[in-house]
């Protein structure tokens, strides 16, 4: 996504927060555009009856992603390290979102104990165990959003349809995350039948990412600098780049 933004083939993509952080340092010209609310957009995911109280607990566990290339990826790496632990204390899987949330599901245990699955917030269904936002012991993650994010050259004219269409969903979405969850089923009706679901995912995203912003969209500057600080000192990235480098608020003015 940040190369094709970066080369000019897409004036707009969506990314989370550690996006243009990674990429910055290899000449990706990107910038983060507007955030999609104030808390962390990942969540950590396990059974009630998994004995996972605190990130610790997960030493020796079996802990699904998306992919080894996606932000889940990257986002349980800065999650082991706030607590002294590497990739090598766990096993990570990569098994892309629906085997992901069937391994839940279905009660999958292996020997390296009970899973659990960091998702991007309200995406699992049907699953048994809820992210608890006030359990997360790394905070600079917390600015790691989603975002829409521009290169240079397509800055200027898009700022409009951020604002107006993006950032009105999500409006939408915390006002009555019910309501907006009908709107959406009727506008895209592949997801008729589905509802509860749609329900469910808009409420934990109404719930556990959106509040928290001054302003609809904004990007916390001491936020984006705290999750570089430590993606540096955990060698994720080899040096930092400018902040006012990897974000701009004029698209939401």
Known sequence: MAKQVGAGNAP?????????????????????????????????????????????????????????????????LGLLASVGLTQNDVNIQSVGPDRRVGIRRHRQVRRHGRRAGLDPAGAGRGREGEGDPDRRVLPAHGAGHRRLRSSHQGQAGDGAQ?????LRGMKDMMDDPDKA?????????????KEGGVKFAFNMYAKLV?????????????????????YVAKGFIQKATPVDELYTNAFIK
């Open 12 to 76: 707009l993509g969506g990314i989370v927060a550690d996006g243009p952080i990674m990429v910055r340092g290899n000449g990706v010209p990107v910038k983060i555009v507007a955030v999609f609310g104030g808390k962390g957009f990942m969540q950590l995911v396990v059974r009630e009856d998994s004995g996972i109280e605190k990130p610790a607990d997960l030493k020796g566990k079996t802990i699904t992603v998306m992919s080894f290339q996606d932000t889940t990826f990257y986002a349980l």
């Open 210 to 230: 959106y509040p928290g912003q001054k302003e609809l969209g904004e990007v916390n500057a001491d936020r984006l600098a705290k999750l570089q600080d430590f």
């Open 181 to 193: 969850a009908d709107d959406f089923v009727r506008f895209v009706p592949e997801w008729k039948g």
């Open 162 to 166: 951020v604002r107006q269409a993006a």
